[in-house]
T-cell receptor, first 116, second 116 residues
Framework: AQKVTQAQTEISVVEKEDVTLDCVYE???????LFWYKQPPSGELVFLIR??????QNEISGRYSWNFQKSTSSFNFTITASQVVDSAVYFC?????????????FGSGTRLLVRP | GAGVSQSPRYKVAKRGQDVALRCDPI?????LFWYQQALGQGPEFLTY????????KSGLPSDRFFAERPEGSVSTLKIQRTQQEDSAVYLC??????????????FGPGTRLTVT
């Protein structure tokens, strides 16, 4: 069955530290899509990235980077030089290619607190 | 341009009351999703519309939950005879029709439902 696991419930770092948020997924589909969303205190989920299962290239966007490894079913997210504004709950999500609705299956989230 | 809007933002209902939650998706977005987010958890899929057609309602927890999108734009999620376990944030998301896999979903701010 499909599942997304974010084992880190809460992480606290001091500003400017690097931090990695872990995501492990389970799916039987060979075609699938992985997402990261940010949920700041205001509550609105903000899209960060989408990857498909055929593209294992790592991606960097400013201070954000993502490491996709099919061999370990992981899609980890790293924030470099964290800032207070990065404080939020981060969700990893999976969408299966055989599911025509393309609904998102979310992990339980990791709460990141960046202290000044 | 305008994002996804939801109303009301907060709703308090007495157990047994019916409630109706509204979602206005981004103009031109054919796909519309409803999710339920319990406190401290990731969002869980409820139902999916493509235009006015409800193509997936596998996540609706009981027959007390009903959703519609009669003209393919605004959607309403109705909960009849509310129970305390219905207390959650209800999130609406919209996206473009996905050629080549799911597109990113844009989320509204949510409606926080409290059943007393």
């Amino acid at each position: 069955a499909q599942k997304v696991t974010q084992a880190q419930t809460e992480i606290s770092v001091v500003e400017k530290e690097d931090v990695t948020l872990d995501c492990v997924y389970e799916t039987r589909d060979t075609t699938y899509y992985l997402f990261w969303y940010k949920q700041p205190p205001s509550g609105e989920l903000v899209f960060l990235i989408r990857r498909n299962s055929f593209d294992e290239q790592n991606e960097i966007s400013g201070r954000y980077s993502w490491n996709f490894q099919k061999s370990t079913s992981s899609f980890n997210f790293t924030i470099t030089a964290s800032q207070v504004v990065d404080s939020a709950v981060y969700f990893c999500a999976l969408s299966e290619g055989e599911d025509s609705s393309y609904k998102l299956i979310f992990g339980s989230g990791t709460r990141l607190l960046v202290r000044p | 341009g305008a994002g996804v809007s939801q109303s009301p933002r907060y709703k308090v209902a007495k157990r047994g009351q019916d409630v109706a939650l509204r979602c206005d998706p981004i103009s031109g977005h054919v796909s519309l999703f409803w999710y339920q987010q319990a406190l401290g958890q990731g969002p869980e899929f409820l139902t999916y519309f493509q235009n006015e057609a409800q193509l997936d309602k596998s996540g609706l927890p009981s027959d007390r939950f009903f959703a519609e999108r009669p003209e393919g734009s605004v959607s309403t999620l109705k909960i009849q005879r509310t129970q305390q376990e219905d207390s959650a944030v209800y999130l609406c998301a919209s996206s473009l029709v996905p050629p080549g896999g799911p597109r990113e979903q844009y989320f509204g701010p949510g409606t926080r439902l409290t059943v007393t």
